[in-house]
């Protein structure tokens, strides 16, 4: 390893390892505060603010280096139109950044900035898999801010240390990736795994449901990315701003249904205040109708066409005593479904063909229905 980075890197996987707080807090302030000034309602630039914020340091350093003095406000604004065209943010609202940084005479260090970023990623990357994360894109890399904080320092004391301007930037990050790649890092991943394997959440079952409260304090560190070995379906309880993001999509609002396939990665983005979530594990409390999947939720039916991923929510009724009863449906399991109608709970056995020949007909319509081998009049309606 070439001996101008051994002392670089090797601080880095240190503060990694003792999990060294890294002042970000700064940069986020700034990255929100200039959005906030502006009426500027990047929605995703807004979210990664504390991941954004930390390139105002290495960024500052760099422009200085070329002969450029900036406010980190300055810098902020550079930043926040540079990831707003990397995470897609509206035409419109790009357009708007860009207008300001004219006005200021900054549109011309636009191309350094996102220079600097993209080049940057690679060194990022390689520090997340040396961590054992899998980094696909702009936004896992924001993510990650437990890394990119301290790899962030670190580049911005290569570029003081070296004097490394724009011109001279590649080369420097090329070594850093080098040096980062071949680090022995064994005895630091398990160090760091075992911390991030706490749970950042208090659960307990209630009726065939997961049911996990995410405080409002917790660090934001704590939400990773992460995979499950079974698909689940999650929705918050109560209305809330904190979001899931699925590997490769947008963020999501937890106020809806959000299907989470197995071992796909996701993570939690956290909001303002306290959360619970009603989570759903699709295991054997599932009915396979190939193409759809029936699962129990919230006392209704959801039927998803895993082909087409239309889904549709039904509530269930059933007929007796000259009347139409609602239908409470609990769970599944064994080819059984369990419901609770007027309080009571029942079994009802299962007819996957009936119901498959069901939905082939009826999908998406606003009432479908069938009498069951035991002569039991059966509706669902949709919500």
Not at 172 to 189: D, N
Not at 299 to 323: R, S
Not at 351 to 366: Q, Y
């Amino acid at each position: 390893m070439n001996n101008i980075y051994t002392k670089h890197v090797n601080l880095l996987f240190e503060s990694i390892q003792t999990e060294s707080e890294v002042k970000e807090s700064e940069g986020k302030s700034i990255i929100n505060s200039t959005l906030n000034e502006l009426k500027l309602g990047m929605k995703m630039v807004f979210i990664f603010g504390a991941g954004i914020g930390s390139f105002i340091g290495p960024v500052s350093d760099l422009l200085n280096n070329d002969g450029f003095s900036m406010s980190k406000e300055e810098v902020g604004l550079l930043l926040i139109a540079s990831f707003a065209i990397l995470l897609k943010e509206s035409p419109e609202l790009i357009d708007k950044v860009k207008k300001v940084l004219k006005e200021k005479d900054l549109l011309k260090h636009l191309g350094k900035v996102s220079d600097f970023i993209n080049k940057s990623k690679k060194l990022v990357s390689v520090v997340a898999e040396k961590t054992g994360k899998v980094v696909h894109n702009v936004t896992d890399i924001l993510g990650f801010t437990f890394l990119l904080s301290p790899t962030m320092k670190m580049i911005g004391e290569v570029i003081n240390d070296n004097h490394v301007t724009s011109g001279s930037l590649g080369e420097f990050i090329t070594g850093l990736s080098i040096a980062v790649g071949v680090y022995g890092f064994k005895s630091v991943l398990g160090k760091v795994l075992n911390k991030k394997d706490d749970k950042p959440y208090d659960e307990k079952l209630e009726e065939g449901y997961h049911i996990r409260g995410f405080s409002k304090d917790i660090d934001e560190d704590r939400l990773v990315w992460h995979r499950d070995k079974e698909d689940r379906v999650v929705e918050s309880i109560g209305d809330t701003d904190w979001m899931v993001q699925i590997d490769n999509e947008l963020p999501k609002p937890l106020t809806e249904q959000i299907h989470i396939p197995k071992n796909t990665y996701h993570r939690v983005i956290k909001g303002s205040g306290n959360l619970k979530v009603r989570i759903k594990k699709l295991t054997e409390d599932v009915i396979r109708v190939s193409p759809y999947t029936i699962i129990p939720y919230s006392g209704n039916i959801v039927i998803t066409n895993q082909k087409t991923k239309q889904k549709f929510t039904y509530k269930m009724k059933a007929y007796k005593y000259f009347n139409w009863w609602d239908v409470y449906v609990v769970d599944f399991y064994n080819g059984i479904m369990e419901v609770k109608v007027n309080g009571e709970k029942k079994e009802i056995e299962i007819e996957a063909d009936t119901i498959k020949n069901l939905i082939n007909r009826n999908l998406g319509k606003a009432e479908m229905g069938y009498t069951t081998e035991k002569g039991q009049e059966v509706k669902f309606i949709k919500v």
